[in-house]
């Protein structure tokens, strides 16, 4: 059984849908990071870098990075379909959007909400903000772009980059100027939210 370990509005959101959308089983362990557990000696010796989620696979050796991790989920359960096939021009599509989300529309999201992170400078602060908000706003553009038809990213095939995707929307400042200004991407949004996995665990996550 899969341990995921959790906690509500993080990154274990992407996660946690595919585990329901392949019919695993799991162990939901919480972290309570309003006392600060995650980074707790007994957190950090899952993750040393003090971020949610990780997963325990059943030989008890952990995956971190919720891109990696519903990546491995996926390829661990091809009978749930959450991904193209191998060496498939779609599957280089997935890889390249999902590790672009993950390396800058996630990390991006950090330097907006965690500004005084990436900065010596307290004065520097507000600044950090500002050009986070814009350099998001900006990559949202590039990857909505990239949308087809839809309804989900790789047009008709919904795969593990949809609900990364979703997630990193509820994370915006402002989705709904976010969704106007990017209807595809609303789009996309509303069909992954009408999926029973994603609705069973939405109001765990963003009630």
Not at 127 to 156: H, N, T
Request: hydrophobic share 45%; net charge negative; with cysteine.
């Amino acid at each position: 059984m899969y341990k995921l370990y959790w906690a509500a509005d993080t990154g274990a959101f992407a996660p946690q849908v595919i585990l329901e959308e392949a019919g695993a089983s799991y162990e939901r362990c919480d972290v309570d990071t309003a006392q600060g557990e995650e980074m707790a000696a007994a957190y950090l010796a899952i993750n040393p870098r003090g971020q949610i989620p990780a997963l325990q696979l059943d030989d008890g050796s952990v995956v971190t990075e919720s891109a990696a991790i519903v990546l491995h989920l996926a390829e661990c359960h091809p009978e749930a379909g959450l991904l193209p096939a191998a060496g498939s021009s779609e599957r280089a599509a997935l890889y390249r959007w999902l590790f672009f989300a993950a390396a800058n529309l996630y990390e991006g999201v950090l330097r907006l909400y965690y500004s005084d992170r990436y900065t010596a400078d307290p004065t520097q602060v507000e600044a950090v903000q500002a050009a986070a908000r814009s350099y998001v706003d900006d990559m949202w553009s590039l990857v909505a772009d990239a949308i087809g038809e839809g309804p989900f990213f790789l047009g008709q095939n919904y795969s593990v980059l949809d609900p990364y995707l979703l997630m990193l929307t509820n994370w915006h400042e402002d989705p709904a100027a976010l969704f106007a200004a990017h209807p595809g991407l609303e789009r996309l949004c509303v069909a992954v939210r009408a999926r029973p996995a994603v609705a069973r665990i939405w109001d765990q996550h963003f009630a």
